[in-house]
């Protein structure tokens, strides 16, 4: 209280730096030295939902609201902490496309039929990324993010991710 409101708001700045920092180093750490741990049997609806938790002040922030199209599904080997990672980025990569306008962030999961895999779609209403760029959004450092929102290994850690646990990822861009 009786604060100077300037003094509030370089606190602010600094807070989001040490952020911006902390997510950096958070990253980077993972991308250098993942962790082996042991997989286990994991419900991916609570890895999901767990990985919302965590993403939900960006969501909030940017107006994002979540639709959860969830099928019967079995549990999958993997390791928690890793796979919650890979939705964190997600989520977190769709709340940046919407910040703009907001909008809707839809998880669907299902079994691949035929196939005793798991499929998890999601899908945001954000700006979209252009078809030149489509190709190298997994490469390590490659961000079409401004200054300051992004370092470019978010999407490279998740598909290291993906790939160690035995799974693919593809991303496509919406045609308007």
Known sequence: T?????DIERLGRLHEAAERIH????DLLAYARPRHAV?????IHDVIEQALVFCDYV??????TVERAFG???????????LTQIFVNLFTNAAHAMR??????????SVVPGQSKVRVGVEDEGHGIAP??????????????????????????VRSIVTAHGGEIRAYARTN
Do not use: N
């Open 59 to 64: 969501l909030g922030d940017f107006a994002v």
């Open 132 to 157: 030149e760029h489509l190709e190298k959004i997994f490469e390590p450092y490659f961000t079409t993010k401004p200054e300051g929102m992004g370092t470019g290994l978010g999407l490279s850690i």
């Open 39 to 43: 997989p286990t049997a994991v419900a």
């Open 100 to 109: 703009e306008h907001g909008g809707r962030l839809t998880i669907q999961t």
């Open 23 to 26: 997510g950096f180093t958070r």
């Open 2 to 6: 009786g604060a100077d409101p300037a």
């Open 72 to 82: 019967e599904v079995p549990a999958v080997r993997g390791i928690p902490d890793q």
